[in-house]
């Protein structure tokens, strides 16, 4: 059922293991240096007393936003490793709706895609209706 030869799945599974290093290496990065320092400590603020609330927002805004950066590199992170799994088994290369191949065009684009291009399209119509 599966279009892909052996070369090609080797292709992406180099082009994925490359892929989920740098996410993991950008995911080590924004952890270490937002995520795990206090808000005090990254301001630069050696004091016990607080300081000027529009600091305190803007560092709080700073840190949702980084938060959300994190969590998508985990997400990608996720998809990678799936697709890694698949690659594995078996089953790479398939979409998970209709169990149809995925074009090759579509994998080298998103090399972690789980959909073809017209299930993703149902998808995301489904989400925005939502």
């Not at 398939?94 to 299930?119: D, N």
């Amino acid at each position: 059922m599966n279009s892909l030869t052996k070369k090609d799945l080797e292709r992406f599974k180099k082009i994925l293991q490359e892929a989920r290093q740098k996410f993991a290496r950008d995911l080590q990065h924004l952890e270490g240096d937002s995520l795990n320092t206090s808000q005090r400590d990254a301001s630069g603020d050696l004091s016990g007393y607080s300081y000027h609330m529009a600091d305190m927002a803007t560092d709080n805004f700073d840190r949702e936003f980084t938060l959300g950066l994190a969590s998508n590199e985990q997400q990608s992170l996720n998809l990678i490793d799936q697709a890694l799994r698949k690659i594995e088994e078996g089953n790479y290369g398939i979409c998970e709706e209709c169990k149809k191949p995925i074009s090759q065009k579509r994998l080298t684009a998103m090399p972690h895609a789980r959909l073809c291009i017209k299930c993703q399209e149902l998808e995301e119509k489904k989400k925005r209706r939502a």
